[in-house]
């Protein structure tokens, strides 16, 4: 399959380490955050996400953290594996003529070496 | 496990030729999404529905590009004539609400204009 961001920022870790991957967003408005992982030729799928009211949302092996005083979002990937290897992004959602639209960040590249 | 299903998935076309991409989103999800996804980048949004409404278009080329969702189902998206530059990754999503929450993404149709 082709590669999907090959001129993105890439995170390389060595598997089992811990990953940390930052996302700045640009609306102060956003009121939901999505984190998405995009894998060579396949759509984005969800990973996690969490709500403005929030500065903390826990799931399996991934944390996301919210800051919004600066406009901030991490990923952070516990005990990384080499199927983590994708690209990754963050998205903010934000009410526009009563529907929410949802904007992508630019993406980074995680690559997990064994 | 309920997708959102897009064909065909890859197409090869010459610039000035005219193609057209099809949708199937998870049934009962009422809002669609047609994004474009230039390598490298994240997506943006073309084109938004509620069932068989348009609710935002404004980042569609729309001397070339249309869209339509006729029975509030299944979903279309047609360029003609191509160009060169329209040479991306278009990815469709739906949600169950009005773009409230998770979108689901199918697999993406990559189009190359030579």
């Known amino acids: 399959g082709e590669s999907v961001g090959l001129h993105l920022p890439t995170l390389s870790v060595q598997e089992g380490d811990n990953s940390i991957i930052n996302c700045a967003y640009s609306n102060s408005a956003s009121d939901y955050f999505i984190w998405y992982k995009q894998e060579s030729g396949k759509g984005p799928q969800f990973i996690i996400d969490?709500?403005?009211?929030?500065d903390k949302r826990q799931g399996q092996r991934v944390t996301v953290l919210l800051n919004k005083t600066v406009k901030h979002l991490s990923l952070q990937i516990a005990a990384t594996q080499p199927g983590d290897s994708a690209v990754y992004f963050c998205a903010e959602t934000y009410s526009s003529g009563g529907y929410n639209k949802l904007i992508f960040g630019a993406g980074t590249r995680l690559a997990v070496h064994p | 496990e309920a997708e959102v299903a897009q064909s065909p998935r890859y197409k090869i076309t010459e610039k000035s030729q005219a193609v057209a991409f099809w949708c199937d989103p998870i049934?009962?999800?009422?809002?669609l999404y047609w994004y474009r996804q230039i390598l490298g980048q994240g997506p943006e949004l073309l084109v938004q529905f509620q069932d068989e409404s348009v609710v935002d278009d404004s980042q569609l080329p729309k001397d070339r590009f249309s869209a339509e969702r006729l029975k509030g189902v299944d979903s279309t998206l047609k360029i003609q004539p191509a160009e060169l530059g329209d040479s991306a990754m278009y990815l469709c999503?739906?949600?169950?609400?009005?773009?409230?929450?998770?979108?689901?993404f199918g697999p993406g149709t990559r189009l190359t204009v030579l």
């Open positions: 049934s009962g999800h009422a809002t």
């Open positions: 969490i709500r403005s009211n929030m």
């Open positions: 999503a739906s949600s169950p609400r009005r773009g409230v929450g998770e979108q689901f």
